[in-house]
């Protein structure tokens, strides 16, 4: 393929977001955005100057002039928008997680094979700063081998819209889990999960939840390595946390506590704050700088989601150019449809047992699975 993909977006809240990286990416066109609100489409579109408009999810997938789709919409929206823009067709990036349940990670996993296109769900949390760091002390040896791994994610979602309502923790654990995984290379095989605490009976009502926190122990596949995940969405005091932690035999990096601190890298039992680099030299330039700036306007109207996540690491650039350039050389994105279904489903079965009061769940092996 040597011309530019043309991409359609759809859900213009923290969809809109990735406008201008599209915009400016020297291998991408943005020709399309999709929301069901006439008066939030109008806003967006107009802002940033994009003449083809979408209130109907279904009509987009019928534009010819559309190779891929970013579904940024609600989560229990995710799994039959990725299906159908597949049978559609069109290559597919989709925020996390891919879905709310085990079937649909399956149904995703199918039509992705059948259709021969693209799927890549869209994990901040592996396109981070601080994960091309902790990536790099392992790549150069310093890190030595992996021997444990710690994830966490703790946010307080009063006020987002009411599908998050007394939401399990472990529902939406990608950010907590996938950095962990990715690290080590390899699937979560089983896992054992207790719930601990409880919210308020207006929320677990909702989705027949009790649970504030969820924590969990999963074992590697193929690997002699274990890991713990700890999430909270409500009820829970602590400030926002999307964290990892790995432990290696010569060097171990640790997030930090606050927001305004900076991580700690051990060499042996000496420990030192470190400053991390950012890398946005990786890029196209033309996208350099949203990284460091990573907001579609400055006026104040970013996502909830960038502003309490403090920008997501300077990921949003680097997502983007992975997903462009797999469709561009023909290659299965990172994540691919196989890793975003483990990442998802760990959550899923972490749920499943802290619901069995913490029996121990093994996942699908979606990898065997496929068509």
Same mark, same amino acid.
């Given at each position: 393929?040597?011309?530019?993909?043309?991409?359609?977006?759809?859900?213009?809240?923290?969809?809109?977001?990735?406008?201008?990286?599209?915009?400016q990416?020297?291998d991408?066109?943005?020709?399309?955005v999709?929301?069901?609100?006439?008066e939030?489409?109008?806003?967006?579109?107009?802002?940033?100057?994009?003449?083809?408009?979408?209130?109907?999810?279904?009509?987009?997938?019928?534009?010819?002039?559309?190779?891929?789709?970013?579904?940024?919409?609600?989560?229990?929206?995710?799994?039959?928008?990725?299906?159908?823009?597949?049978?559609?067709?069109?290559?597919?990036?989709?925020?996390v997680?891919?879905?709310?349940?085990?079937?649909?990670?399956?149904?995703?996993?199918?039509?992705?094979q059948?259709?021969?296109?693209?799927?890549?769900?869209?994990?901040?949390?592996?396109?981070?700063?601080?994960?091309?760091?902790?990536?790099?002390?392992?790549?150069?040896?310093?890190?030595?081998?992996?021997?444990?791994?710690?994830?966490?994610?703790?946010?307080?979602?009063?006020?987002?819209?009411?599908?998050?309502?007394?939401?399990?923790?472990?529902?939406?654990?990608?950010?907590?889990?996938?950095?962990?995984?990715?690290?080590?290379?390899?699937?979560?095989?089983?896992?054992?999960?207790?719930?601990?605490?409880?919210?308020?009976?207006?929320?677990?009502?909702?989705?027949?939840?009790?649970?504030?926190?969820?924590?969990?122990?999963?074992?590697?596949?193929?690997?002699?390595?274990?890991?713990?995940?700890?999430r909270?969405?409500?009820?829970?005091?602590?400030?926002?946390?999307?964290?990892?932690?790995?432990?290696?035999?010569?060097?171990?990096?640790?997030?930090?506590?606050?927001?305004?601190?900076?991580?700690?890298?051990?060499?042996? =039992?000496?420990?030192?704050?470190?400053?991390?680099?950012?890398?946005?030299?990786?890029?196209?330039?033309?996208?350099r700088?949203?990284?460091?700036?990573?907001?579609y306007?400055?006026?104040?109207?970013?996502?909830?989601?960038?502003?309490?996540g403090?920008?997501?690491?300077?990921?949003?650039?680097?997502?983007?150019? =992975?997903?462009?350039?797999?469709?561009?050389?023909?290659?299965?994105?990172?994540?691919?449809?196989?890793?975003?279904?483990?990442?998802?489903?760990?959550?899923?079965?972490?749920? =499943?047992?802290?619901?069995?009061?913490?029996?121990?769940?093994?996942?699908?092996?979606?990898?065997?699975?496929?068509?």
């Amino acid at each position: 393929m040597d011309k530019k993909v043309r991409i359609a977006i759809a859900g213009l809240g923290f969809g809109a977001e990735f406008i201008p990286i599209y915009q400016q990416h020297p291998d991408a066109q943005l020709v399309a955005v999709c929301q069901r609100s006439e008066e939030k489409l109008k806003q967006v579109a107009d802002h940033f100057g994009i003449s083809k408009r979408y209130n109907n999810y279904e009509a987009m997938l019928k534009d010819p002039d559309i190779d891929a789709i970013h579904i940024n919409t609600p989560i229990p929206d995710h799994a039959e928008q990725s299906i159908a823009a597949l049978r559609a067709g069109k290559h597919v990036a989709c925020t996390v997680p891919m879905a709310t349940s085990i079937e649909d990670c399956h149904r995703i996993v199918e039509a992705q094979q059948q259709s021969g296109k693209y799927y890549m769900m869209m994990e901040t949390a592996v396109y981070t700063r601080e994960f091309f760091y902790a990536k790099e002390l392992l790549d150069t040896g310093k890190l030595g081998r992996i021997q444990f791994l710690r994830g966490a994610h703790q946010q307080d979602m009063t006020g987002w819209p009411g599908y998050w309502e007394g939401l399990p923790p472990m529902y939406y654990a990608t950010h907590a889990v996938s950095p962990l995984l990715a690290l080590a290379n390899r699937d979560a095989d089983t896992v054992s999960c207790l719930g601990s605490g409880r919210i308020d009976e207006q929320l677990a009502a909702k989705y027949g939840s009790p649970f504030a926190v969820e924590s969990a122990l999963f074992q590697l596949r193929d690997s002699e390595l274990a890991m713990e995940v700890t999430r909270s969405l409500f009820n829970t005091s602590r400030e926002y946390i999307e964290s990892f932690d790995v432990y290696g035999e010569r060097m171990s990096f640790e997030w930090q506590q606050l927001e305004h601190e900076i991580p700690v890298v051990f060499n042996g =039992e000496v420990g030192q704050r470190v400053k991390i680099p950012d890398y946005g030299s990786r890029l196209p330039e033309e996208i350099r700088s949203f990284t460091t700036k990573g907001i579609y306007d400055d006026t104040g109207n970013q996502h909830l989601s960038f502003t309490q996540g403090s920008g997501h690491g300077g990921s949003h650039p680097h997502l983007a150019h =992975e997903f462009v350039r797999s469709i561009l050389e023909n290659r299965a994105p990172f994540p691919d449809v196989f890793t975003s279904a483990n990442w998802t489903s760990a959550g899923l079965c972490a749920h =499943e047992s802290a619901m069995k009061q913490g029996v121990q769940v093994k996942l699908p092996n979606f990898r065997k699975s496929g068509i």
